[in-house]
C-alpha cells in the first residue's frame, strides 16, 4: 500500500528524482509518474494485445510491479524504457495467455500471416472517415492489422521513438532484426494506408444519397417552370385559356 507521507518533490522533478521520491512513498510523486508515462505505457500494452481493456489492465499491473520494485532503480537506463520493458513483459505474458485460451475455446480462426496478411477491413468506411476527420482512426485500425512481430516494434520506434538499443533491450532480440521488423512494418503500413487513402479520394464530396436527389430534383423544377414560362411566351394572343 503506498505510504499516507507525502514528501515535498519539486513542481516538474527529473524521472530519477521521481522514483526515489516514490520509493520514498510520496503518494503525490507516483501520481506524477503514472500520469507522465499513461500515454506511453498504454500504447505499447496496446500495440501487443490489440484491446483496449487488457491494455489498461496490462498497465495497472506493470505500475503495482514497478511500485514494489522502483527502489531497485538505480538510473541505468531511462525510467520510460525501465517501464516499458515491465509493461512489454507482462503484455506479451498476457497475449500469451490469451492465446492458449484461444486455441482451446475458438470457434473461428482470427490469425495474421507474418508476412503481412491484413485480413480483411473492420474499420468505419473511408466516406464517415473523411467526412469526420478521422484519418487517426484509420491510422489506428491499419496498425492493429500490423503482423505482431511488427507492430510492436513499430509502436516503440516509429510512436514512441526509442532507439533500437531500448526496443531491442525490451523486445530480447538483436538490434538488426529490429532494425529490419521496423522496416519491412512501415512498408506494410503504407502500402496498406495507400490502398485506404485512394478509396476515401474516391468518395470525397460524393453526391450519393440525400443530396443527390435534392441537386436533380430542383434541376427537374427548374426546368419545368423554365418551360411553363416558354410556352406563355410563345402562345398567340387570343388563344390563351
Known sequence: ??????????????????????????????????????????????????????????????????????????????????????????????????????????????????????GESTFQSPESAAANGELRHLLESRIDRLPDLYREIFVLRGVEELSNEETAGILGIPEATVRTRFFRARHLLSQALAKDLDEVFGEVYAFAGDRCDRIVAGVLA?????????????????EES
Open 1 to 118: 500500500m503506498i505510504s499516507e507521507k507525502n514528501p515535498v518533490t519539486p513542481a516538474n522533478p527529473a524521472d530519477i528524482d521521481l522514483a526515489h521520491a516514490v520509493a520514498a512513498g510520496d503518494q503525490d510523486a507516483f501520481k506524477t509518474l503514472m500520469r507522465r508515462h499513461n500515454q506511453m505505457l498504454f500504447r505499447t500494452a496496446r500495440s501487443i494485445l490489440r484491446d483496449d481493456r487488457e491494455a489498461e489492465e496490462v498497465v495497472q499491473d506493470a505500475y503495482l510491479l514497478a511500485y514494489r520494485g522502483i527502489r531497485h532503480y538505480r538510473g541505468e537506463a531511462r525510467l520510460s524504457t525501465w517501464l516499458i520493458r515491465i509493461v512489454a513483459n507482462r503484455a506479451i505474458r498476457r497475449r500469451q495467455r490469451l492465446c492458449r485460451d484461444q486455441a482451446i475455446f475458438a470457434t473461428e480462426d482470427t490469425t495474421v500471416g507474418e508476412e503481412g496478411n491484413m
Open 222 to 238: 427548374r426546368l419545368q417552370r423554365r418551360a411553363g414560362r416558354a410556352a406563355q411566351c410563345c402562345t398567340p394572343p387570343g
